[in-house]
């Protein structure tokens, strides 16, 4: 079952195609969700380089963590609802796009990876304080953490670059896994049927062995 029906409502909604269209509402949302990412994406750094022992030494993991927290929960709800409207207004041209699922992926797995590590790790910093050692599963949740983010902030990056196929019945896979779509750009030329007809003919006698 396909999923691009919804997403094609979603984008055609009043809200949605009203966000869409303007060109003050949307910019603003734009920066506020990379803003927001700034802020949520720096904590989660800090936060990670504390537990690998390469910064931050000085103040102890539990403290400097716990000072932390507050932050990264509100940035990183901004940057949620942020992305959230920008996804509403361009629900359809994400919906082809590799690297939004690839994203969508990697977010999964940063919620699978805090119900893991959240309370063996990160609410359980006091003890590693007291022994003066991280444990190694805090070192590993630091690294998966920082790994997955960037995968992330990559893939965020990535999906503005994408291009979609063009030309002549461009393969679609994301829409519709089995039909090819014929994708006219505003340059190409409709011909008409005897035409086309006669322009696949001499294709193919091009095409067979000389």
Known sequence: MSLFPLFHWLQSSEFFAALSGSQLVYPIVMTTHLACIAV???????????????????????????????WKRIGFCIMVAAGLLLFGAKAETYYGNPYFWA???LLALVGVHAMIFRSRVYGNLAEPDRAGVTSAEAKVAAYISLALWIGILCMGRLIAYYEPPRGPFATAPLYFPAARLRVFNETDTVLPLGDRRAASGQHARRAGPD
């Open 40 to 70: 949520f994406g720096g904590m989660i750094l800090m936060t990670d380089l504390r537990l690998l022992g390469l910064a931050f030494t000085s103040y102890p993991a539990a403290e400097f963590v716990g000072s932390l927290r507050i």
């Open 103 to 105: 994203k969508l992926t």
